[in-house]
């Protein structure tokens, strides 16, 4: 099956997905034939009340899940089929992830958490990561903190440097699950100011799950979901 729009601005889009969660009894029907699209350098906020499936829907596109059935497409490549090695390196390439708790790796300093998604990928020398680690540190105002461990950083510098990380590989998307959701509203703003500055000056596509109406409004796309569906 052919990706259904073949515009050079589209990034990602799926369509028809289906995803049960459980079993037996407890089986529930959790996306119910999704369909969706991302435009490069374009943020768009999906919506909706807790269990509506924003967070299913975001792991599926970001190649951390599978779907029942339904078709996906990242840069114009068919993966709904794709074995878990092809899946693994697309998402590796193309897609950074930022979700509400940083994850970064304690024992790490903010250069070599930043450094980390480069290692794998493995297509950069030590002085090229560490020089491109540094450059996303101080795009995101922590030039000056690039040696200080990860638990030595305040809340909202965890968070930028998280979105620094997901930057890393300069993926053509950016997939954010409540980012700013255990951040006070001055790092909320900002952290949110980051992300979308820094992806529409490198023409990334955003899709960003939040339960935030402000940030949702200060979105280009809204699409609130209800019950695995769009509405």
């Known amino acids: 099956m052919s990706q259904p729009l ?13 995803r049960y969660l459980g079993s037996g009894e407890g089986r529930v029907h959790v996306l119910r034939g999704v ?28 190649l951390l899940d599978r779907a ?15 074995d878990d090695a092809t899946r693994t390196a697309v998402r ?30 493995g297509r950069l020398s030590a002085e090229q990561m560490e020089a491109r680690a540094s450059e996303l540190l101080c795009e995101v105002g922590l030039g000056d903190k690039t040696r200080r461990l990860a638990t030595q950083l305040s809340g909202g510098e965890q968070q930028r440097v998280a979105i620094a990380r997901a930057l890393a590989n300069a993926p053509s998307i950016i997939l ?6 255990n951040l006070d509203h001055a790092n909320s703003a900002l952290v949110f100011d980051l992300l979308c500055q820094l ?12 339960h935030n109406p ?18």
């Open 176 to 181: 954010a699950d409540e980012p700013t959701g």
């Open 92 to 121: 590796g390439e193309h897609i950074g992830f930022v979700f509400q708790f940083h994850f970064l790796l304690p024992e790490f300093s903010a250069l070599e958490n930043v450094m980390m998604p480069m290692r794998k990928l």
């Open 68 to 82: 029942e059935s339904g078709e996906l497409w990242i840069n114009g490549q068919q993966l709904s089929q794709a």
């Open 199 to 210: 992806a529409r000056n490198n023409g990334q596509a955003v899709v960003l799950v939040t």
């Open 35 to 62: 369909s969706f699209e991302a435009e490069r350098g374009k943020v768009c906020a999906i919506v909706g009340p807790s269990g509506c499936g924003k967070s299913t829907l975001l792991y599926l596109l970001g």
């Open 6 to 18: 073949s515009s050079p601005d589209l990034a990602l889009s799926c369509e028809g997905v289906h």
């Open 214 to 231: 402000d940030i949702a409004q200060r979105c280009d796309i809204i699409r609130p979901m209800s019950d695995g569906l769009f509405v």
